[in-house]
């Protein structure tokens, strides 16, 4: 069987969706919807991937590379948007359809329709499915040889009659065609129905009507197959994918302590033995290697660990912790942090576009930004590095085993050599050498008998 040329349905209004933004850009597991069915395409071996987009283009530099684009100039149903595709199709070999609205159709779904076509000799070919709630779905009426006769629609009254609309198996807008019988068929498309448009499985009817071979395979996964058309099916398809993901992470041996409350995007990569602790979201490329622990109460986007990191009650983007790294309770990672081997970042700390040095550690309620940091140094509770002096940001550079004191702010650009240290209080303004003792603050003053004579002056104003 030579590979489909798939043409994926997205040039919809999608207004059962109530947004500003196309139904198929909204996000399912950190993916846009319309990114599902090309990726099971794709895996299914897919040949050209033809993504039909409405006249405003929303989805122009958004698709993946290599997927072609076409537009169809107004909405006019499912048949229209097929026919804007006609023109790139070849005129042989089969035409997969796929609607960019039903997400969870997968490689093995595709795979088992292009199979049962080719099998049956089909023209075409409709995916079905039995659903216990079929209600919007395109309803499929047998004949009385059980073959396929024709799907009628549902979105609207006046289609389909009462004993239609208690069908329960569903058109899934899931289709092969032999190309030639289906560009022969797309201009008969009449829009007499109760929508005035042109319905893309009208095709199958007139396909019949010609004596062709029209089959209806039913997928044994309904979840496979459901639309969305509005945000109640959204966050039911969502719940479904969740569930996935967390169930195939389980298989490959990452311990997700509790679904329920645990979101991981499809695009999230964890190694074995790592443990997801509650109340955890993990988003976009985030990777982790073997042997981390994340969480509880912990969102990571975008973050990159390697194995045995910690990271507890904190919340991370785009930032990198090599092996070993400990992070948190309640810490903040921004852009551009990078925390070497074995480093500690602790509790109410802050750091931004830094290079954290391996062993070295940030203990607490501390805010590092721009700044470069070697091995081995310990900063005191309430470093702060000033690294912007109200028009520019300045780097901090701070040696290796170096020893900070508390509540010490390093006023950038200033750099702290091997091994030096600075003493608790201090405003850093001055480079401090390699070895030696910054100080940098108000020398202590006591005041002997201060309290004696306060008692005193507080009885002379009483009298
Ligand atoms: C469609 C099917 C229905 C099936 C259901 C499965 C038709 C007429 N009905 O109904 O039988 O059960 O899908 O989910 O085909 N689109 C365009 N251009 C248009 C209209 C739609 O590209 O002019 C795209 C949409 O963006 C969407 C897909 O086609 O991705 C399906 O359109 P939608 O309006 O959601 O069809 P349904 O009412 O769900
Ligand atoms: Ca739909």
New binding site residues.
Partial sequence: MSAPTVV???????T?MQSATP??LHDLCGVPLIGWPIAAARTAGADRVIV?D?PQQPLAGLLPEGIETVV?P????????VRAAAPLLDGAGPVLVL????PLVSAAVIGALLEAHSAGGAAATVATALLDDAT????IVRAADGGLER?V???VAGDASAEELAIRE????IYVFEAAALLAALPRLSADNA?G?????EVLALLRADGAVVAAHVVDDPAA?L?I?DRIQLATVRDIARARIIEDHRRAGVDVIDPGSTFIDVTVELGPDTVVEPFTVLRGATRAGAGCRIGPSTTLTDVVLGDDVVIVHSYAVDAHAHAGVRVGPYAYLRPGTVLREGAKVGTFVEVKNSDIGPGTKVPHLSYIGDADVGARTNLGAGTITANYDGFHKHRTTIGDGVRGGVDVSLVAPVSLGDGAWTAAGSTITDDVPPGALGVARERQRNVEGFAERRAADAGEDRS
């Fill in positions: 994926i349905l997205a040039a919809g209004q999608g059962r139904k198929v039909v409405g169809q107004q909405a006019d149903g499912t048949g229209g948007a609607s960019g609205d039903v919007g779905y395109g309803r799907i629609e549902t979105k569903v058109n899934a807008g929508q448009e042109f319905y893309l499985p197959v639309g058309n």
